[in-house]
């Protein structure tokens, strides 16, 4: 099993910066790969980025590509991302996920057997 807390989240202004972190617990070395997804109000849980735990290669959600960075630090087991030039669009509460499996679909929510709780981002205009 792999816990995973998140933290960092907060009120912004628009245009601000905010840098979030994932700490696994527990058994992080079956981890294979990590993501953040995201989910407002009354939406669906959606993909933000991807990020590979062996090779580091990532991926990223057309609406982050640019502005949001994602990174990991094996030896700390700890997931970041960095989130630059925020817009109102991007409030949302945050979630780490990670997976013990590669697959192509990363993009999935089912594609991940953990979850962190959540933290919220509030982006002011």
């Known amino acids: 099993q792999v816990q995973l807390v998140e933290s960092g989240g907060g009120l912004v202004q628009a245009g601000g910066s905010l840098k979030l972190t994932c700490a696994a617990s527990?058994?992080?070395?079956?981890?294979?790969?990590w993501a953040w997804f995201r989910q407002a109000p009354g939406a669906e849980r959606e993909f933000v980025a991807h990020i590979f735990r062996s090779t580091g290669a990532t991926t990223y959600a057309d609406s982050t590509k640019g502005r949001f960075s994602i990174s990991r630090d094996n030896s700390k087991d700890r997931l970041y991302l960095q989130m630059n030039n925020l817009k109102s669009e991007d409030t949302a509460v945050y979630y780490c996920a990670a997976a013990r499996l590669l697959t192509p679909n990363f993009r999935s929510r089912n594609s991940y057997d953990y979850w962190g709780q959540g933290t919220q981002i509030t982006v002011s205009s």
């Open positions: 527990g058994s992080p070395l079956s981890i294979r790969a």
